[in-house]
């Protein structure tokens, strides 16, 4: 069975601090989709990125960034220099292939950022 | 524009009134699903649907009721609503070769 752990509920940071998000998933499939959403405090829910289970290239895109560990069974995500609009509740999930690449969501992380 | 939508926004009932959540999608998904969102416990999957006519259980579907007869549209049925399904609940849906789940703005439901 599938399992992701947001082990951090509430992380406060202020504001140009780098922090990383953790995210350790469980899953006997070889073949798996992890990801990233955001809610903000507006309550909608914004996909970052996808990343499946053949890829472990790590990825950039601004100040955000992702690293992909199969060796941990980790897909950590980090926000260089934050800033308060990154505020927001972050849920990473997992979709294997055994399951019908139905999703299993962390019980996602809070960050703060301070101005 | 590719979306998914969901009426309404934000319910206030009562308890034992039933209601309907309805959630349309536009980018010819198969997969469609209905999560609630409570603090502490992230977001749960009440019901899901692989396709038209064919639907199942998630994690607490306990209270509520789905149907699938078209494509686009995966509505929510509470038949009795009661205070502990007070909650924020999110539609989603995605093609079924495994790729990104896009979620509606999600409802936010209060019943007294």
């Known amino acids: 069975a599938q399992k992701v752990t947001q082990a951090q509920t509430e992380i406060s940071v202020v504001e140009k601090e780098d922090v990383t998000l953790d995210c350790v998933y469980e899953t006997r499939d070889t073949t798996y989709y992890l990801f990233w959403y955001k809610q903000p405090p507006s309550g909608e829910l914004v996909f970052l990125i996808r990343r499946n289970s053949f890829d472990e290239q790590n990825e950039i895109s601004g100040r955000y960034s992702w690293n992909f560990q199969k060796s941990t069974s980790s897909f950590n995500f980090t926000i260089t220099a934050s800033q308060v609009v990154d505020s927001a509740v972050y849920f990473c999930?997992?979709?294997?292939?055994?399951?019908?690449?139905?999703?299993?969501f962390g019980r996602g992380t809070s960050l703060i950022v301070h101005p | 524009e590719a979306q998914v939508t969901q009426n309404p926004r934000y319910l206030i009932t009562v308890t034992g009134k039933k209601l309907t959540v309805t959630c349309s999608q536009n980018m010819n998904h198969e997969y469609m699903s209905w999560y609630r969102q409570d603090p502490g416990l992230g977001l749960r999957q009440i019901y899901y649907s692989m396709n038209v006519e064919v639907t199942d259980k998630g994690d607490v579907p306990e209270g509520y009721k789905v149907s699938r007869k078209e494509k686009r549209n995966f509505p929510l049925i509470l038949e009795s609503p009661s205070p502990n399904q007070t909650s924020l609940y999110f539609c989603?849906?995605?093609?079924?070769?495994?790729?990104?789940?896009?979620f509606g703005p999600g409802t936010r439901l209060l019943v007294l």
């Open positions: 999930a997992l979709s294997e292939w055994g399951g019908s690449y139905i999703p299993t």
């Open positions: 989603a849906s995605r093609s079924n070769q495994g790729e990104t789940q896009y």
